[in-house]
């Protein structure tokens, strides 16, 4: 298979249907298909196909597509919700720390309800900076995180 967009669905049916939990498994199993690939490759390729991890139960982490990540984890807010560590204000931006590795799942909470308030997020692995409007209080921005992440409302 040499077609780029062939090998890009293929990864994306993998990881929709697979527990993938790292680069190499998925260069494995591309090989047990007849692709392949090296982890360079697969790197722009997870780039391209939007493709991120989030934390599982049970392998630890794992690839998801990142529309999945927002429709799986909004559903499971409750399985996050307490990674959320505390929210601190500098004008208008706000610092978001989370439980290590929980910062990227969490962003795209964030992201997907559209606040006025926030512009746009930017996650590593523990901390989340939201961009927020020059016209948003901060009063505003913590009441609206409060309401997706209840247990935050109890740690600070």
């Known amino acids: 298979m040499g077609n780029k967009t062939e090998r890009l669905n293929l990864i994306r049916r993998i990881v929709r249907e697979e527990l993938i939990g790292s680069q190499e498994e998925l260069i494995q199993r591309l090989a047990e298909l007849g692709v392949k690939s090296t982890q360079s490759t697969l790197s722009r390729d997870f780039k391209e196909a939007n493709i991120s991890k989030m934390p599982h139960p049970d392998k630890g982490y794992i690839y998801v597509l990142s529309e999945k ?79 997706l992440f209840p247990t935050l409302r109890y740690l600070e």
């Open 69 to 147: 990540i927002g429709a799986d984890v909004v559903a499971n807010t409750a399985n996050v919700a307490d990674a959320v560590l505390s929210v601190k204000f500098s004008h208008n931006i706000a610092v978001v720390a989370t439980k290590s590795g929980y910062a990227s799942a969490i962003s795209v909470i964030i992201d997907g309800r559209k606040s006025k308030d926030i512009l746009g997020t930017i996650a590593g692995d523990n901390n989340i900076i939201l961009i927020l409007h020059e016209d948003a209080k901060h009063e505003s921005v913590y009441e609206y995180m409060c309401n």
